[in-house]
């Protein structure tokens, strides 16, 4: 088959996230089993087509995310009139295939979900103060219509969303964990037969499996973004709890600085005044390069990633390929990776208590933080390798291609 994955993110050029990674990684894996790929993507600063191993990658010079689904479109052309492709995959984030698809309805699309910006504003609103939420509802009320905004269970403007429209479009969905398919069948309101579950792909480097599994640092490792959605908050007053009884251990927050959850301030602000007393016990690191991260985990004893909610999360694969002891979210995906508590420990993301139990648990017990990442570590080989993932994937392809 021939294959197209539509983009925005891709590395290395537009390699902001998990979609990139998911992208690079499933494309490399369908090449594999000799299906003919090409990737349509981004980059703020060239316009080339390039051979990356077995891949044909088509880059558009292009910064604006809003105007990529439409750039892509010519370049696409092109590629289809010397050869037609038989399956589209996109993202249903950015829905960055919407145009190529008005233009070639007859073309299988795929559509993957990761984290439709619908989810991320119900998370990013999560720690609105209840008052703000009230004014909010009682305005409407003063304006004539009901609006329940932040309780409400449905998007009562999903028919103008993008990312909901190219959802409906797709002759079938993928998810990467059963937590993501049951949002998309709640909320959206999609047949649970649409939709398969298949996990991400991913193939650790030698990197991370070489980290040794015994470590005695001290040190707690939180890699991802300072916000609120990836659970900064709880995690900060648990910290608090932990320095009081544990003064000798650290944290080390390798993450983009964004905003929190008070107007007109930045995480790494709230966070250094919520630990006023224990600012040694914290250590900042805005940016790494991707290849600098084995060196970092080989530096920790914990990984914490305590998110009010992801898909599936390629932070936490990457620290269960190096071996460490992991406190991750029981909510969505990441419980998924983690087998439900059995190679790593799960908190509900909200609960300072839980936090606060489980990193002392795992300070206090040096043999269980050997334990779960040697479980870990054979988890993620064995169950989310590219070839196992990659024939998951194939048979659903086959079954819904029209070639």
Same mark, same amino acid.
Not at 94 to 100: P, Q, R, S, V
């Given at each position: 088959m021939r294959i197209a994955y539509i983009s925005?993110? /891709?590395?290395?050029?537009?390699?902001?996230?998990?979609?990139?990674?998911?992208?690079?990684?499933?494309?490399?894996?369908? $090449?594999?089993?000799?299906?003919?790929?090409?990737?349509?993507?981004?980059?703020?600063?060239?316009?080339?087509?390039?051979?990356?191993?077995?891949?044909?990658?088509?880059?558009?010079n292009i910064d604006n995310q809003d105007m990529f689904s439409k750039s892509i479109v010519k370049l696409f052309a092109k590629q289809h009139e010397l050869n037609n492709f038989d399956?589209?995959?996109?993202?249903?984030?950015? $829905?960055?295939?919407?145009?190529?698809?008005?233009?070639y309805p007859q073309i299988t699309l795929v559509v993957r979900l990761h984290a439709p910006a619908v989810l991320i504003t119900k998370m990013q609103n999560f720690y609105i103060p209840l008052s703000t939420k009230i004014r909010f509802v009682a305005g409407a009320l003063l304006r004539g219509h009901i609006d329940l905004g932040f309780w409400a269970k449905h998007d009562k403007n999903q028919n103008k969303d993008p990312e909901y429209q190219i959802v409906r479009e797709?002759? /079938?969905?993928?998810?990467?964990?059963?937590?993501m398919k049951k949002w998309a069948t709640d909320f959206w309101k999609i047949p649970a037969k649409n939709i398969f579950v298949v996990p991400n792909p991913y193939e650790p480097s030698s990197d991370f499996l070489d980290i040794?599994?015994?470590?005695?640092?001290?040190?707690?490792? /939180?890699?991802?973004?300072?916000?609120?959605?990836?659970?900064?908050?709880a995690l900060t007053f648990a910290l608090k709890k932990v320095f009081k009884k544990h003064s000798n251990w650290k944290i080390r927050f390798i993450a983009k600085n964004e905003a929190a959850p008070v107007e007109n301030m930045d995480m790494k602000t709230w966070i250094l005044q919520q630990l006023t007393d224990f600012q040694n016990n914290v250590e900042f690191i805005e940016w790494i390069e991707y290849h600098k991260i084995p060196h970092y985990f080989s530096q920790s004893d914990i990984c914490i990633f305590?998110?009010?909610?992801?898909? /599936?999360?390629?932070?936490? $694969?990457?620290?269960?390929?190096?071996?460490? $002891?992991?406190?991750?979210?029981s909510n969505g995906g990441m419980a998924e990776l983690l087998n439900f508590g059995e190679t790593g420990i799960l908190v509900k993301p909200q609960s300072v208590n839980q936090i606060y139990k489980a990193l002392c648990k795992l300070i206090e017990n040096k043999e269980l933080r050997l334990q779960l990442g040697h479980k870990a570590r054979e988890r993620i080989i064995a169950k989310f390798n590219a070839e196992t993932i990659s024939k998951q994937m194939n048979k659903i392809y086959k079954q819904f291609s029209n070639s």
């Open positions: 925005y993110e /891709f590395p290395p050029d537009t390699a902001k996230g998990g979609i990139g990674t998911y992208t690079w990684q499933m494309a490399l894996a369908m $090449a594999k089993l000799n299906h003919v790929i090409e990737v349509f993507t981004a980059s703020h600063r060239r316009e080339i087509s390039e051979q990356i191993q077995d891949i044909l990658v088509h880059r558009v399956i589209l995959e996109c993202a249903e984030n950015g $829905a960055d295939a919407w145009f190529i698809k008005q233009a797709a002759k /079938f969905i993928t998810a990467p964990s059963e937590a040794p599994l015994q470590t005695e640092t001290k040190i707690i490792t /939180f890699l991802g973004r300072l916000n609120v959605i990836k659970g900064c908050v305590p998110s009010l909610f992801e898909s /599936f999360s390629y932070v936490c $694969a990457e620290a269960m390929s190096a071996g460490r $002891a992991i406190i991750g979210s």
